[in-house]
C-alpha cells in the first residue's frame, strides 16, 4: 500500500514535489533558528564560563565559602593527581588548574623606583602546556591588541585598560605584590609580552594574564590551584548533565566535615549563574515555543488546503465505491510520506547550516565594538550549536502538524452524503 | 609591628603603680614608657595559618616614633627582606625582585608576612595621648590580679582603630589584654601579653598573641621577644633607603 501511495505521489509532482519543498525549507529553518539561539545563549555563558566558573569547578569547600575574598591559603593541594583522576572519571570534559589571585602592579622607573601602582586582579593559567585549549577558549590571538602570546614562566598579557593606565609598554618588566599561598608578602617581576582587550567592557579593567607556571613561582603554591576549571569538550553547556556530575562528585569524593575537602561546583553554583542559566532556558522555550507554533499553523494550513483541493478528486473516489475510511486512511497515508519526506530532508539541511555557524560563527565584532564601553558582558563571534534534539526536533512541525492538517482537512470525507456527491458529479 | 609592640610597651611599669592616678596619667605615663630613644630587638613571629603555621625571625632597629628599619633573617623565602619606615612613609625591599618598592593605598591594609597584623598597624605609631580620649570603666580581678578597664575613644580621624579597650595590670601597668574596633563597634583585632619579666627597670612581656577577628577561624600570631635592648646609639645611616639593597 506504502508502495502504492508513494509512486502516486512520486508520479503527481503537484502532490508532492511543492509539499515536501516547503516541509523542507519550514523544518530546516527551525532547525538552524532553534540551533542559533541555543548557540548564542550558549556564547553568553561561555564568556561568564572561561572567565569566572568553568562548566565546572573544583575547589576545596573552605574556599567555596569565601572565594570571593581569593583565600589560596584555602587552596588544592596535589593538583596534578586531582586532575588525572578526573580526567579518567569525567573523559566528557577536559579540566585545567587555575590561580586567580589579586594584589597591586608596581611599574619601576629607570632607576627602579615605582613609576606607578595600581590594584591588580591575575589569572594563572595553564597557557604552556602541550595540548592546552585555554588560548584557544579565551580567544586570546583575536583579543591581542599588541605583543605576544605568553611564550616563557615569566610573561604576562596585561590588559590594554590597565595599560593605559599605568603607563605600560610591551617588553617592560612589572613586580606583582601580594600574598603567597601561606599569606606571606610577596614581590615577583613579570615581563609584559603584550597587552589585549577582551571586548567585554570594564571586565577586563585590571586585568593580567600570565602562565600557571609563573603564578605558582609568585605564590609558593607549587602543586596547587586555587581552583581546576572543567569544560565539555564541544564548550556547549548541558545544565542538566552539568548539575548531575557535580552531585555525583560531591557525594563520592568530597567529605563534608574536610574544610579541604575538594568541592564542586557547576556553572549555574556560583554568582547568580543559576537565575541566569534558568533566565535562558525560560527565554529559550518561550522563543522556540512561539516560533514552533508559528511553523506548525502553516503546515497544518498547508495540509488542511492541499485536503481541500483534492475535493473533487475524494468525491470521484467515493463514488467508484471506495469507502470512506479508505480514502481517508490514504490521505493520512501519503501526508506521512511527504512530511518525513520533508522533514528528513529539511533536518539535514538545517543541521548542516547549523553545524557551519556552529564551526565558523557569524562575526558581529564591528558592531560589538560600539558597545565596547559598556559594562555589558557580550560576545563577539555568535555560533550556532548542533544539539540531540535537533535531530528530531523537526518531526513536529515536519509531520505532525501535516498530518492533523491533513486529517482535519479529511473529516469532510465523512460529512458528504452519496445523493449529494452525484449531485455535484453532474455538475 | 614595631609600632603595635611600641603601643603594648605605653602601659608598662609606671612611677608609683597607684590607684590614685587618673586614668590621663596613665595613659601619658604608658606614652613616656613607649617612646623609648630607640631599641633594637630579635624576634620570632609565629602565624598560626589554616593549613600550617610559619615562623618568622627578623631583627629591628628602632629611633623614636619615627624610624624603623626591619630585616627578616629566616625561613629562606624571606630572608633578606627589608622593610624602612621613615615618617608616614614605608618601603619594602625584596632580594627576588630586587626592587625597593613603597608601600601605599590599600597595601597598608595588608596583612604583615601573612600575619594578623597590617602595615597601618606598623604606621600608627604616636603617643596614644595625642590620639585617644581614655575612660576608666571600672576595675576587675583576673586570675587573681587587679585590672583596670580602660576605653579609649580616637579624638582625631583616619585612625585604623577608632576605639580600644584595654585590660590593664595594676602592677605590672601593660594592657594584658586588648580587643580594637571599628568606628561602627565592630571588633577587628584583639591582643594578649603574657611571658611578663622585668628589662632595664621594665615589666615587658616576652609573648603578644594577636588575633584578626575578620579573619575566619583565625589561630592568631604570636610574637616572640628573643632579645631586647632599650637606649641604645643606632647610627642614622642605620635608616637609608640605600641600605635597603646591601
Redo the contacts between chains.
Sequence with gaps: MIKFLTKGLLRDRSRSLFPVLVITLTVAMVIFAIGFMKGTMNSLILDTAVILTGHERVVTR?YSE?SQLMPN??ALMDVNQMIENLEQEYPGFFWSPRITFA??L?V?DDK???KA?G?VIAFGIDFLSHGSRQVEIWELERSLVNGKLPKNTDDALISSKMANQLNIKTGESV?F?G??M????????FNVSGTFNLRKGQTDKQMMLVDLSGARLAL?MENAASAIFGFTHSLYYDDEAAVALRTDYNNTKSDSLN??SPFMLALRDGNQMGTMVDMSEAMMAIMGGIFLVVVMVVLWNMGLMNGLRRYGEVGLRLAMGESKGQVYRSMISEAVIIGLAGTVIGTGIGLALTYYVQENGIDYTKGMEALSNSSMVMPNIFYAQVTPDLFYIGFIPGVLATVLGTMLAGLAIYKREMAQLFKELET | MINIFISFLSFTFLLGQSNDMSVQEIIQAMDNNLNAKSRILTSKMI?H????S?T?ESKNWVVGIDKAFTEYLSPP??AG?KMLKDGDKLW?Y?P????????????LR??????DMSYNDMMEDRPLVELYEATLEGSVEIDGRGHWIVLLEAKVKGLSYPMRRAWIDKEYLLPMKEELYAKSGKLLKTSTMDGIKKVQDRWFPSRFIYKDKLK?NSKGTEWLIDEIEFDIDIPESRFSKALLRK
Design positions: 573552605a569565601e591559603d584555602l594584589g597591586l608596581d619601576p627602579g623606583e615605582t601602582q590594584p613586580t605584590i600574598s603567597t601561606d599569606n606571606a608578602f610577596t614581590t615577583y617581576n609558593d574544610i579541604f | 602565624v595559618g589554616r593549613r600550617s610559619r618568622i623565602r624571606e627582606t619594602t625584596s627576588q625582585t630586587d626592587r625597593v618598592i613603597q608601600i601605599s593605598g590599600h597595601m595588608q596583612s604583615v608576612m601573612g600575619s575566619r
